[in-house]
């Protein structure tokens, strides 16, 4: 009787517990549906070992395993040996050095900007159980091992540093840097956004070299942010932020010879208004490559530069009418060549050239794009590359013969796909997710066979299985302009389609980047299930500028940022107001950053067509955002002056008649509040009504504690009102 009592009670549990909804706590607080990746698991230089981080006896251990069976050999690092006083360093960021004798450790890291991560490093030797601080008297940015492993450059207080983990000595590279002045081996503000890097620095492969940037802010104008700390008055930060149209830093490259103590500079032409996005060293220890690009982007050039005389030259210059992508797709072939990738035939393919730039062979082809160039394998002649052949909305891996003419797609699966090969490729970590499931990794020979499963988020997609989650559905669809549009849509629960739902609609559409992917993402598809929950149907769909479909579809935006973004989501719009489970009468955008300046755009251009617009963190003049981004598309405003004011949302607010909220950190340093100030005082000076909300010391991402819980608790209120 019992039995029967307890197998009646779990199958109302389980009925229960499948109608779960979703909450903004699930989401924000506990993060309920937070997939887990394969972080910690490392291939061995031998290849035939791996290492990974467990709990031993409740203590974090570094073990080693064989890779064929998984087997454990040994126990390579007991965390109760990271004492250092009376604390312990943590061994979860842990990185080895290039000869695996030896781990990287760190403690307090803080961010200055995204990939500017300083923190107190440590040397922790394994065969002797041995714990050196990097350096004291503050803490250090971007350590980096010399290939032989003997020694670590690094940046502190804006200067180039070396420790020698031979003899334990430092040598200070360079004594002139000041902040917001004088910046070596980091890179400004502006470089490290808009050129995705930060660490300026480069070690030749017999690390006798190290190449790095200086930085001269002297004349980038200074931007500026009250911080509120609960006192009297608040304080200040201040620093480099060179806004369209505004000076720069000043550039110069040098080369540090380890053995003489030496230090040449590079010529780099006479033109100092330039940027250097790229500094790598070639196969030649004494030879450096430096990617030049003009004040306009449309200019690269590669140039070769001789390590001890700092004498450069000129071997391949790419040109366009708009822009050139700055990417990390440069590998050199030993004494033979190099690999890029270039737009050259509408489509971003992978090209092979001599030293002396003389192009050998086109190695990719097709109407589709190549968006990551994983890496050259020179003992099998082969590149592995990530592309769009599929679909824009798919990410698969191929293998590609150096000449172009044996060519396979590794990635069985369809979905998202991304492979992160070892060193040697012998082996390669996978991963694999769609819009509706979380990743699975797992770890694979270079011949596709699966030798161990690290991560399948079972957990969570069982988890999953048990609340209303909603299917994210893929649907095309053509404008008025016979343009064809990628979209996807989430329908609300028990859809009826003789009812007709309200639309929330969602997107970034910015130059070159996708929101329409069959990719899981976590946040926003648990957010817009909640939203269906509610009884509202969520659609998506990349409208001109987005990635994955060619260069001419890309860059149809260039010196029109927002113009034909705009006319694409109202298209969405009219689209979606024709089906006849929609009702036209309530349809909404919500948008971050890009997406913030198109919700911005839609609810004073698209007001006939927008009941109401969210905009979180927009810009909405691109006059007031930086330059290196804002000229890549509009030129500098003296030279675009319709371009930029045509579709500024400052100078259209006259248009509103629908709901809008206006969202922005107070600390954002990267798409400053100034914007919605500005866009705040244009809507009081026409008596435009508006809610509005500054998140008090908040950065571009505004989170941390139970601020996206608060923001998120805010949009939902204001989209049940509204829409």
Known sequence: MKKILLATFLFFSTLNHSQ??????????????YPKSAAGF???????????VETVAGVNTLCQYELKSGKKIKELVNGNDLKLGSKFLDLTSYEFSPTQTKLLLSENTEYVYRRSPKANYYVYDIATKKITPLNDNGKQFFPTFSPDGNKIAFVQDNNMFIKNLIDNSLTQITKDGIENKVKNGWGDWVYEEEFSQAAYFDWSANSQFVAYIKFDESNVKEFSMDIYKGELYPSKYTFKYPKAGEDNS??????????????????IGADKDIYIPRINFTNDNNVLCLQRLNRLQNKLDYLFVDATTGDGKTILTKEAKTYIDITDDLTFVANKGFIISSEDDNYNHLYYYD???KLINQITKGNWDVTEFKGFNEKLNTLYYVSTENGSINRDVYSISLDGKIKKRMSPKNGFNNFDFTTG?????SSNSNANTPATYELCDISGKTIKVLEDNAELKTKMKSYTFSQRTFFKFKTTEGIELNGWMMKPHNFDSTKKYPVYMFAYNGPGSNE????YDPFEYCWHTLLNQEGYMVVCVDGRGTLGRGREFKHST????GKYETIDQIEVAKYLGNLPYVDKTRIGFQGWSYGGFMACNLITKGADYFKAAIAVAPVTNWKFYDNIYTERFMRKPTDNKSGYEDNSPINNVKNIKGKFLLIHGSADDNVHVQNSMELAAALVKNNIPFDYMIYPNKNHGISGGLTRMHIYSKMLKFVKENL
């Open 20 to 33: 779960n909804k979703i909450t903004l706590q699930d989401i924000w607080v506990n993060y309920t549906f």
């Open 42 to 52: 490392n291939v061995l230089n031998d290849g035939l070992n791996y290492v990974d």
């Open 250 to 267: 000043i550039i110069s490259v040098h080369v540090y010879d380890t053995k003489t103590n030496k230090t040449v500079t590079a010529n």
């Open 355 to 357: 030293l002396n730039g």
């Open 425 to 429: 490729f012998k082996y390669y970590i």
């Open 516 to 519: 329409v992917n069959n990719n």
């Open 558 to 561: 260039y010196l029109q940022l």
